[in-house]
């Protein structure tokens, strides 16, 4: 039997990503309640690291990507948020909308060369996007929370694979 004349193909490892965070996504959904918020220390930790975050851009002379992911991941899971129709879309879109012009502002000033600052229209909407979702953490039963983060996740992955989920502006840093 002869052997074929066409080149091998080249060993390509496959990413093993997908099935962790699948995992990861099914072990916190199995530890959240389906009908409780999620609890008081809980909501307490993951909201000063928002809160740490935003006073940084604010008053620090050179606040870090970090920070920078912190409040993007925060306005991310508001806007999940208002598209499963947990919270009211008339009412959070034009706040999550400013909030995103704030952060695009930033990231231009940065892109720029300069600090990675916030006017204080973009300022004042993040801070207001971020007590939005204390509110729905404290309100929301912590299941829902979960699957929006997980939701959330999934379309930023969707995003950054360049398939077109929403006509919106995406920013690295």
Same mark, same amino acid.
Do not use: C
């Given at each position: 039997?002869?052997?074929?004349?066409?080149?091998?193909?080249?060993?390509?490892?496959?990413?093993?990503?997908?099935?962790?965070?699948?995992?990861?996504?099914?072990?916190?959904?199995?530890?959240?309640?389906?009908?409780?918020?999620?609890?008081?220390?809980?909501?307490?930790?993951?909201?000063?690291?928002?809160?740490? *975050? #935003?006073?940084? =851009?604010?008053?620090?002379?050179?606040? !870090?990507?970090? @920070?920078?992911?912190?409040? %993007?991941? *925060? #306005?991310?899971? =508001?806007?999940?948020?208002?598209?499963? !129709?947990?919270? @009211?879309?008339?009412?959070? %879109?034009?706040?999550?909308?400013?909030?995103?012009?704030?952060?695009?502002?930033?990231?231009?000033?940065?892109?720029?060369?300069?600090?990675?600052?916030?006017?204080?229209?973009?300022?004042?909407?993040?801070?207001?996007?971020?007590?939005?979702?204390?509110?729905?953490?404290?309100?929301?039963?912590?299941?829902?929370?979960?699957?929006?983060?997980?939701?959330?996740?999934?379309?930023?992955?969707?995003?950054?694979?360049?398939?077109?989920?929403?006509?919106?502006?995406?920013?690295?840093?």
């Amino acid at each position: 039997m002869s052997r074929s004349k066409r080149p091998r193909k080249a060993y390509r490892p496959r990413s093993t990503a997908g099935a962790f965070f699948m995992a990861t996504h099914l072990m916190a959904r199995a530890d959240s309640s389906a009908t409780e918020p999620a609890a008081k220390d809980k909501v307490d930790n993951l909201m000063l690291t928002f809160w740490s *975050a #935003i006073d940084s =851009v604010a008053r620090q002379q050179h606040p !870090g990507r970090e @920070d920078w992911r912190q409040i %993007s991941d *925060a #306005i991310n899971h =508001v806007e999940t948020l208002v598209l499963q !129709g947990y919270l @009211d879309h008339e009412a959070t %879109s034009p706040l999550v909308e400013a909030a995103v012009v704030g952060m695009v502002k930033a990231a231009d000033r940065w892109q720029a060369g300069q600090g990675m600052r916030m006017d204080a229209a973009g300022l004042n909407a993040v801070r207001d996007v971020v007590g939005l979702y204390e509110q729905a953490m404290r309100e929301l039963p912590e299941i829902v929370i979960v699957t929006a983060q997980i939701q959330t996740q999934q379309r930023i992955a969707q995003i950054l694979a360049n398939k077109p989920v929403v006509d919106r502006k995406v920013v690295i840093i």
